[in-house]
């Protein structure tokens, strides 16, 4: 649980460092300064803490107490950035989720690398067997929605407002409402830093920016 809590914060200050330049503060100050760090620690703790049973009577009490407050600690940055990640969604180090927050995030699995941005919506189906998986490196952009028994293929970048409801396989660039492919791209590096800068443009427009 640690290593994966690690993992969050150097993503977090990758993508700083990425954006603004290398970041001043160190990386045991991360999760201070990023509400989207403190929910997916939260998050990893009562995860954690679901998982676990402790041996023997002597261990239980001080059990229940760290269990409270993990619950406690949790309801506060779900408030604080107005989101929410299921308890049984498995999450693999080194995700980044958006401090600006309004994430709803309902999935059967993310993948290390993969980014979210504001105001996403993943999963929340009423039936609790359906539910996306998230592969690795994945891109959702602000303002999507993705739900259903689908699975994002490694590296999928999805443009802002896109609503996804099938399989798309890795490396597609996806647009749209409905989501659709729009092309594959071996590395969305420069793509995702181009959408960064212009996220009004179409992905055809991004595309062709990044492969010249």
């Known amino acids: 649980m640690l290593a994966e809590m690690l993992d969050d914060a150097r993503l977090a200050r ?17 999760w201070l300064r990023s509400p989207g760090l403190r929910l997916m620690a939260t998050h990893r703790l009562a995860h954690h803490f679901e998982r676990t049973r402790p041996r023997g009577l002597h261990r239980l009490l001080p059990f229940l107490a760290a269990k409270v407050l993990v619950v406690v600690a949790r309801q506060v940055a779900v408030v604080a950035t107005k989101s929410e990640i299921t308890p049984d969604t498995r999450i693999d180090g080194g995700v980044s989720l958006s401090d600006r927050g309004h994430i709803i995030a309902g999935a059967r699995h993310i ?6 941005h504001e105001r996403v919506t993943i ?76 996220p009004g443009d179409t992905a055809a427009d991004l595309i062709g920016q990044a492969t010249t």
């Open 14 to 30: 990758k993508l700083a460092a990425d954006r603004h330049g290398p970041p001043a503060w160190p990386l045991a100050l991360a």
């Open 111 to 116: 993948g290390s690398g993969t980014v979210i």
């Open 123 to 198: 999963g929340m189906d009423i039936r609790r067997e359906v539910k996306p998986t998230i592969g690795r490196e994945v891109w959702i952009s602000a303002r999507c929605v993705v739900y259903g028994d689908i699975t994002v293929g490694n590296g999928v970048t999805l443009m802002p407002r896109t609503i996804l409801s099938r399989s798309v396989p890795d490396g597609a660039v996806v647009e749209g409402n409905p989501g659709r492919v729009v092309g594959i791209v071996p590395d969305h590096a420069a793509l995702r830093r181009r959408l960064l800068d212009s």
